[in-house]
């Protein structure tokens, strides 16, 4: 779960990228990070690398795309790879 500084920062401004979920302040960090990548837009993202950081982010995407089950898209991935395998 997050903590309040991060629901805050991540969560609290931008509650449409979960508009499906009834208690947005049980979100894991993991459902945070996945809702940015694939729903957010730049700004999101760059407010979700700072404030959980870079190499955590890269932890979070890298373990969720080895999953049988990915709710990335394709050009999620690869962009996402590149900016990792680069700035991390």
């Known amino acids: 779960m997050l903590n309040e500084r991060q629901y805050e ?3 609290a401004p ?11 302040r049980r979100l894991s960090l993991e459902s945070v990070v996945e809702g940015i990548l694939t729903k957010g837009d730049i700004d999101d993202v760059k407010n979700l690398l700072i404030e959980i950081g870079i190499p955590e982010v890269r932890r979070i995407f890298e373990q ?3 999953k049988e089950r990915c ?3 394709p050009p999620t991935i690869n962009y996402f790879s590149l900016y990792f ?3 991390a």
């Open 9 to 11: 920062a991540l969560v």
């Open 14 to 24: 931008r509650e449409y990228l979960w508009w499906d979920v009834a208690d947005k």
């Open 64 to 66: 969720q795309i080895r």
């Open 71 to 73: 709710n990335y898209r």
């Open 85 to 87: 395998a680069h700035h």
